[in-house]
């Protein structure tokens, strides 16, 4: 069964702490992807990335960075983390392609910074 | 642009009800359409799709329609039951090339009652 396996459910952080979220893929997709939800306003994409070391500035990318040093791994960072950010981060991926349109999401991390 | 405007809820049905979540799109050229589910505490799925002008998607009993002349992509099922009860988020493909591929509309929640 395909899987993308993101490492928290529930994570509590203060203001000005960083904050790291991971994602592991075992499908050997190119393309890796952060959103996040919230009420009323769906799913905004974050960053994403077509390739190893490569990444790409989303809708909403002010705050955060990513990391992709190898394929299967997808990494959020909340340099200096803010009430705002508290949300839930969903990870997903797809292969190349026509492909590239079905995407398999996380199960979502639910972020608080208090 | 590239936009997805989706029937806002929550929408609350008694089981065996008919469902019509409505959703339409910001035309450029001929997009690839879907609908993704999220069940409770799971990440996104895709549900359905469809790729040109007048195609169907269907799963599951649910369909929509591509409809090119009103720009729609209308979600329904005929007889909703409880596990049904989720949130559907419509979505188009950003006919770019790029890896990132999907614009989704902010979600609605169904809730199904026994």
């Known amino acids: 069964d395909v899987k993308v396996t993101q490492s928290s459910r529930y994570l509590v952080k203060r203001t000005g702490e960083k904050v790291f979220l991971e994602c592991v893929q075992d499908m050997d997709h190119e393309n890796m992807f952060w959103y996040r939800q919230d009420p009323g306003l769906g799913l905004r994409l974050i960053y994403f990335s077509y390739d190893v070391k490569m990444k790409e500035k989303g809708d909403i990318p002010e705050g955060y960075s990513v990391s992709r040093e190898k394929k299967e791994r997808f990494s959020l960072i909340l340099e200096s983390a803010s009430t705002n950010q508290t949300s839930m981060y969903l990870c997903?991926?797809?292969?190349?392609?026509?492909?590239?349109?079905?995407?398999?999401f996380g199960s979502g991390t639910q972020l608080s910074v208090l | 642009g590239n936009s997805v405007t989706q029937m806002e809820g929550p929408v609350t049905l008694s089981e065996e009800a008919f469902l019509t979540i409505n959703c339409t799109y910001t035309a450029t050229g001929y997009p690839s359409l879907f609908w993704y589910v999220q069940y409770p505490g799971e990440g996104l799925q895709l549900l359905l799709k469809?790729?040109?002008?007048?195609d169907k998607g269907s799963n599951k009993g649910f369909e929509a329609t591509y409809r090119k002349e009103t720009t729609s992509f209308h979600l329904e099922k005929g007889s909703v039951q409880v596990s049904d009860s989720a949130v559907y988020f419509c979505a188009r493909a950003i006919p770019s090339g790029s890896a990132r591929q999907l614009t989704f509309g902010s979600g609605t929640q169904l809730t199904v009652l026994p």
């Open positions: 997903a991926s797809s292969g190349q392609g026509t492909a590239n349109e079905k995407l398999f």
């Open positions: 469809a790729t040109k002008a007048d």
